[in-house]
């Protein structure tokens, strides 16, 4: 099993990445897929699985290019990391337009080119022991 994002390889049974939290898939991602997805920009966040369906049903009306990341979270409760919407660089200023009168909740817009705004969940934890020298 491979994650499609950061191409990490997992024993059978694993079905989602540990670092990217997206579902893994049965073949080695393709290198021209690869870089489809590292070209998607990060939008927003939300903790509310309502507000990524409210999303994903708007964003559909409009034929727009889009995935959530870290969507598989919403089916544990609590969250424990926010669901992250991530569309093409040339649709990221149409996107906001169309989601800012939506008026979501849970929800953090990114401003600039990072999150900065949202308090992501601590999921990768600094090694406690001499890792680091
Ligand atoms: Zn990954």
Redesign the pocket.
Do not use: H, M, P, T
């Given at each position: 099993m491979y994650?499609p994002?950061?191409n990490?390889e997992y024993v059978e049974g694993v079905t989602e990445?540990a670092?990217?939290g997206?579902g893994l898939v049965a073949e080695p991602p393709d290198p021209a897929d690869q870089v489809a997805y590292v070209d998607y920009e990060h939008v927003l966040a939300t903790y509310n699985p309502g507000d990524v369906a409210l999303l994903k049903s708007v964003l559909d009306s409009e034929e727009l290019d889009y995935y959530f990341d870290g969507e598989d979270f919403l089916y544990s409760t609590p969250m424990v990391q926010p669901a992250e919407l991530l569309v093409r660089p040339e649709d990221v200023d149409r996107v906001r337009e169309i989601i800012k009168p939506l008026h979501l909740t849970g929800t953090s817009l990114a401003h600039d080119e990072t999150a900065e705004g949202i308090e992501l969940a601590d999921e990768e934890e600094p090694p406690a022991s001499d890792e680091e020298e």
């Open positions: 994650c994002r950061c990490a990445c670092d990217c997206i």
